[in-house]
């Protein structure tokens, strides 16, 4: 896949934040669940806990001088079904590791929607924020890779992952995908390492979604008022 290609066929990508979180990513960038712990200080088996096993809740963190940050649950995914998919000899530990060293962004609103609309997260609100494809690539690209399936869930028939999952963009067999797959289907994931710290720079709006009520929170001056959601 070509960098314009990715550019035309996916001009926006989208993240789902925890609620209230705005703010700070706005302030210091979108960080990794690894970058998180890092700035907070988080070690031993605290860490150990956070990083490297299933969170089946939503995990509080605390640093003096810092806000509290919330560390969303990954419950989508379980180690029985993990030990099943997992190729390349790798454990779950070690999946969810590879995990929380990313930032994750969906190319595709459709994925956004389902989601959003998934049983673990329809009733309780989430922030929403829509990105740049292009300015956020040109910046980060060293540190980009693209993922063909939902990394990061294993509920129903969960797809083989391993360590061929994340590919550069350069390498990623788009045009093959596409002859059998909707556009949705045929990139899945945008990945970005450790952390966007110039998160705001790339951001062209960020919503606060409940059910059906949709809020502005922010959007960049002169922007698209219709850009999100």
């Known amino acids: 896949m070509q960098e314009n290609e990715l550019i035309r066929w996916y001009p926006r990508l989208y993240h789902m934040a925890e609620d209230g979180s705005f703010p700070s990513i706005h302030d210091h960038g979108l960080m990794s669940t690894t970058a998180l712990l890092d700035v907070y200080g988080i070690c031993g088996d605290p860490r150990l806990a956070i990083e490297e096993r299933l969170r089946p809740e939503i995990v509080e963190i605390a640093k003096d001088g810092l806000p509290n ?45 389902k989601l959003l609309k998934a049983k673990a997260y329809r009733d309780r609100p989430h922030t929403i924020l829509t990105f740049d494809t292009a300015s ?18 294993t509920i129903m028939n969960p797809q083989p992952r391993g360590e061929g999952t994340f590919m550069k963009i350069a390498d990623y067999p788009f045009a093959e995908r596409r002859k059998t797959r909707p556009l949705e289907n045929a990139l899945v994931e945008l990945t970005v390492a450790y952390s966007v710290p110039d998160a705001a720079t790339h951001l062209l709006a960020a919503q606060r979604v409940n059910g059906n009520e949709i809020e502005d929170l922010w959007r960049k001056t002169g922007g698209d008022p219709h850009e999100g959601l």
């Open 69 to 113: 940050a919330a560390i969303r649950d990954n419950k989508p995914m379980s180690d029985s079904a993990l030990q099943k998919c997992l190729q390349d000899g790798l454990t779950p530990f070690q999946w969810y590791k590879i995990l929380n060293g990313k930032t994750f962004f969906w190319l595709h609103k459709k994925r956004l929607h």
């Open 136 to 153: 956020l690539v040109a910046a980060h690209r060293d540190n980009v890779l693209l993922s063909p399936i939902n990394s990061g869930a």
